[in-house]
């Protein structure tokens, strides 16, 4: 199992921006896709954004396009979400995931490790 570690998650106002950050413990998720969902209260989890092996090829939400940006540094180990322009709807828990996959999918099913968490509000 691959421990991913999610931080950058806080309180902001709306309009405001953060930067989600996701470590991963293995160089081997550099070959695989990763994602973002989140996950508001009484809400089921939905994706948020994906982003291929190679960090070319992304895809974002229709809630989120033009507002959040992922991207990796597979150096690094780790996956970013730059979130811009946050709504009060943003608010929700931020769970960065590993997929079974090279390529960019959707589906939670097809992401195989999880972190923890990371909670991000957005005050109006």
């Known amino acids: 199992q691959v421990h991913l570690v999610e931080s950058g998650g806080g309180l902001v106002q709306a309009g405001g921006s953060l930067r989600l950050s996701c470590a991963a413990s293995e160089r081997t998720l550099r070959n695989y896709a990763m994602g973002w969902f989140r996950q508001a209260p009484g809400k089921e989890r939905e994706f948020v954004a994906a982003i291929d092996w190679s960090g070319i090829s992304t895809y974002c939400a229709d809630s989120v396009k033009g507002r959040f940006t992922i991207s990796r540094d597979n150096a690094k180990n780790t996956v970013y979400l730059q979130m811009n322009s946050l709504k009060p709807e943003d608010t929700a828990v931020y769970y960065c995931?590993?997929?079974?996959?090279?390529?960019?999918?959707?589906?939670?099913?097809?992401?195989?490790?999880w972190g923890q968490g990371t909670q991000v509000t957005v005050s109006s």
């Open positions: 995931a590993a997929s079974s996959w090279n390529y960019i999918t959707t589906a939670s099913t097809n992401f195989r490790s």
